[in-house]
C-alpha cells in the first residue's frame, strides 16, 4: 500500500466520526522506483491531505518532507521529496488503525483488508 | 524486428487461483468495448481509474495496457475486491504484464467513497450478475464473484449509488449486464440520477446475453427528464435500442 491510496482511506465502520486519516503500523516497508511526472504530481498535490502524508512518510520511516507545502510547486526538490513519499513507499505488511475505535485493519503484501465484520456494517 | 507492446492483458500471463474468477466470455466482452471506446478514452484525459471487483485482473490490466501509449504516467488505477484472493492475483497479474495499480480489499468502494467523492474519472465493471438464490450473494470464495440474488441485481443495485457519488462530473462508468439483470431498469434507475447511457457491446454466447453499458453524467431540464424516465416509454426506448445495435453488429 502507498501513501497516495493511504490519503485516501478512512475507517468505515457505522457510526466512526474521525475516520480519516488511519494511523499506520509498519512491520515491513519497500521501495520501489516509480518515474517522475511533474503533472500527475500537481494534480495530486491540489487533492492531498498534506498532514497525513507526513505523519504516514515518518510511519514509513521517511521524515523529508515539509510540514507545510504552500509555496513549494516549483521547488525541485521539494517535488522529489513529495514523488518518493508518496509513490515510491510501500507498506507491504503492516496495520491501518482507526484513531477512534482502535480497530485495526491488516496490510497484507501489499493489500489493506477493509472488510468488516457484519456488526460493523 | 519490432516487438509491437500488447493491446491488452496476454490470456497467458493472467495469473489464477481455484477460488479466484478466471477471464471468461464476459470479460473478454468487457475489455472488447473498452478498445472500442479506446480512442474516445485517451482523449478523455482521466485522472483517476477504478475497477470495482479485479478478479484476475484481467480487466483492469487490459484498461491500463489500451491507455499506455498515449498516457504513460498520468493516471492513477485503483482496483477492489472483496476477495484477498483475487487481491493477490491480481497483484501478480499486473506484474506479469509490468504494469501497477492499487488494490484495496474492501466492499465496492467502502472506505474510499468520503476522501473520493467526485473524483473517479473512469469505473469499470463486471459485476456478480448471475441469478441466484439471495442467501449465495457475498459468500466467502469464488460464489461471490457471480452470485448475485434476484434477477442478478443485488450487488449492481447496491453499486449504482456508489458509483454516483464516486464518478467526476466528466466521470464514464462501464457495466456489463446480462438481459436477464433487465438492464432497461437499470438504465431508468441512471437515467433517473442525471446519467445518459447507451449499449456498447451486446454479445450472444451460448449460455448468456451479454449487454455492455456506458454511462456519463447528463443532466436534463426537470421536465424532460420526468417525462423521459416514465417507465413504460423507457421500457420501449431501451427495447428499440437492443433491437437496433443487434441488426447492426450481427455476431
Known amino acids: ?121 | 524486428m519490432s516487438k509491437t507492446p500488447p493491446q491488452i492483458a496476454d490470456i497467458m500471463r493472467v495469473s489464477s487461483h481455484r477460488e479466484v474468477y478466471e477471464p471468461c466470455d464476459d470479460s473478454f466482452a468487457l475489455v472488447d468495448a473498452l478498445l472500442a471506446d479506446q480512442t474516445n478514452l485517451i482523449n478523455h484525459k482521466p485522472n483517476l481509474c477504478m475497477e470495482i471487483g479485479c478478479g484476475s485482473g484481467y480487466v483492469i490490466t487490459s484498461l491500463i495496457l489500451l491507455l499506455k501509449p498515449k498516457l504513460p504516467n498520468n493516471v492513477h488505477y485503483l482496483a477492489t475486491d472483496t476477495n484477498p484472493l483475487a487481491a493477490r492475483v491480481t497483484t501478480e497479474t499486473l506484474s506479469a504484464h509490468g504494469v501497477e495499480a492499487d488494490i484495496i480489499c474492501t466492499d465496492i468502494a467502502s472506505c474510499l467513497e468520503t476522501r473520493l467523492a467526485g473524483s473517479v474519472d473512469v469505473i469499470v465493471v463486471n459485476p456478480p450478475y448471475v441469478p441466484t438464490p439471495e442467501y449465495e450473494v457475498g459468500m466467502e470464495g469464488i460464489a461471490s464473484a457471480w452470485a448475485g440474488g434476484e434477477n442478478g441485481r443485488s450487488v449492481i443495485d447496491r453499486m449504482l449509488p456508489v458509483v454516483d457519488r464516486l464518478l467526476s462530473e466528466k466521470g464514464w462508468f462501464y457495466l456489463l449486464t446480462l438481459t436477464s439483470n433487465y438492464p432497461a431498469e437499470i438504465c431508468l434507475m441512471m437515467r433517473k440520477r442525471g446519467f445518459a447511457w447507451r449499449i456498447l457491446v451486446q454479445r450472444s454466447t451460448d449460455e448468456e446475453n451479454l449487454v455492455i453499458l456506458k454511462f456519463w453524467r447528463d443532466r436534463d431540464d426537470e421536465e424532460s427528464l420526468v417525462k423521459e424516465t416514465s417507465s413504460a416509454s423507457f421500457a420501449s426506448e431501451f427495447s428499440r435500442s437492443l433491437s437496433s445495435f443487434r441488426e447492426k453488429k450481427w455476431r
Request: a neutral charge.
Open chain 1, 1 to 121: 500500500m502507498r501513501l497516495i491510496v493511504h490519503n485516501m482511506l478512512t475507517c468505515n465502520v457505522k457510526g466512526v466520526v474521525n475516520k480519516f486519516p488511519l494511523k499506520i503500523v509498519a512491520e515491513k516497508v519497500v521501495k520501489k522506483e516509480v518515474d517522475f511526472n511533474l503533472d500527475f504530481l500537481w494534480h495530486m498535490l491540489a487533492k492531498i491531505e498534506w498532514k497525513a502524508l507526513v505523519d504516514g512518510a515518518r510511519s514509513l520511516g521517511y521524515s523529508e518532507l515539509p510540514d507545510h507545502a504552500e509555496a513549494l510547486e516549483s521547488n525541485e526538490s521539494f517535488l522529489k521529496k513529495f514523488h518518493h513519499a508518496l509513490l515510491e513507499l510501500h507498506l507491504e505488511e503492516g496495520s491501518l488503525v482507526c484513531k477512534e475505535t482502535g480497530r485495526k485493519f491488516p496490510v497484507k503484501k501489499g493489500v489493506p483488508n477493509m472488510l468488516l465484520h457484519e456488526d460493523e456494517v
